[in-house]
């Protein structure tokens, strides 16, 4: 059984910026490089991870997804940009399952 405490926005932010500073300290960051912070479907993930290193994803639930995205957002004083792609409109909704954070200046080579 799941504690249910654990499965909250703030919880789940909480934990997710934990995981990044740890990684940015095991990376060797500079104080000017920062995350990326994207919502992200396990194709896009999975894009994210060839392309860049280190890459930091986590599964959110669904109904969780947009509110922990946005407490990890305000937490690194990141703006939340919205996605504004044109969409086949008989296409399938994209399922949004994973919050994945990259630096984009650290392509993989």
Known sequence: MMDNNKQTASYKAS???YDLENSALENGFKP???WDVQIATAAE???FEKQYYPTLSTRIQPEILNETF?????QLNQVIKIKNSIQDRFAPEPIYEYLV???SARVRR
Do not use: G, Q, S, T
């Not at 946005?70 to 305000?74: E, F, I, M, T």
């Open 70 to 74: 946005a407490l990890v957002k305000a």
């Open 45 to 47: 993930k999975n894009a």
């Open 32 to 34: 000017d490089e920062a």
């Open 101 to 103: 954070a990259f630096n």
């Open 15 to 17: 934990e997710y910026i």
